[in-house]
């Protein structure tokens, strides 16, 4: 029941676009999208509750295509800053959440 | 800005000892998760509280784990007897829920407690 992410690690020059997807086997009430650096706790993003969904964060920004049960978190211009492991996180009802396994960002100068 | 407390910030202990860790939430917010993360995965939903209720233990090791939010605000997670698997981070996060139920709302997370069994 944990999501599926992909792709597992992606190393980035400042400036450049990213994508990190996140794909589920069962219908998802919603996806939640976190960051998380290095030796420190996971800091929300943005939760996406409706299929076809979409919510943006200054330049990172989110779909939720509920038909495929799958999300995909944009990051437009990459900034150092932006470096660190993305999690996405599945509910499937009300109370069952699943973190899934996480894409690691490193953004370089 | 309110945060989520948790103590102690490093635990080392021995294998078969007894270990507790405490998850102060942000003031108000009546939905507090344990979860643990070991190193280079997702973290794992151990126990969910709604108050003083538990809402979902399912992936809580029952022989061993135990969790307690007596008076629905700060909680307790303990382990006993340690086994050496059981290092990793525990995680303790608490949120608001609005409408929809805690699937639909932000989880603030504390700083942690990294276990080491040795």
């Known amino acids: 029941q944990q999501p599926v992410q992909s792709p597992q690690a992606v190393i980035l020059r400042e400036g450049e676009d990213a994508v990190i997807n996140c794909s589920s086997s069962?219908?998802?009430?919603?996806v939640h999208w976190y960051r998380q650096k290095h030796g420190e706790a996971p800091v929300f993003l943005m939760i996406l509750l409706k299929g076809g969904e979409q919510k943006g964060h200054d330049k990172i920004s989110a779909s939720f295509n509920e038909k495929k049960q799958q999300s995909s978190l944009y990051l437009t211009a990459s900034q150092l800053s932006y470096s660190g492991t993305y999690f996405c996180g599945t509910a499937y009802n009300f109370n069952k959440f699943y973190f899934g396994s996480g894409t690691k960002l490193n953004v370089k100068p | 800005e309110a945060e989520v407390a948790q103590s102690p910030r490093y635990k080392i202990t021995e294998k078969s000892q007894a270990v507790a860790f405490w998850c102060d939430p942000i003031s108000g917010h009546a939905t507090l998760y344990w979860y643990r993360q070991i190193l280079g995965q997702g973290p794992e939903l151990l126990v969910q509280?709604?108050?003083?209720?538990?809402?979902?233990d399912s992936q809580l090791p029952k022989d061993r784990f135990s969790a307690e939010r007596l008076k629905g605000v700060d909680s307790t997670l303990k382990i006993q007897p340690a086994e050496l698997g059981d290092s990793a981070m525990y995680l303790c996060?608490?949120?608001?829920?609005?409408?929809?139920?805690?699937?639909?709302?932000?989880?603030?997370f504390g700083p942690g407690t990294r276990l080491t069994v040795l």
């Open positions: 509280f709604q108050d003083e209720s538990v809402v979902d």
């Open positions: 996060a608490s949120s608001s829920p609005t409408s929809g139920g805690p699937g639909s709302n932000e989880q603030f």
């Open positions: 069962k219908a998802l009430y919603s």
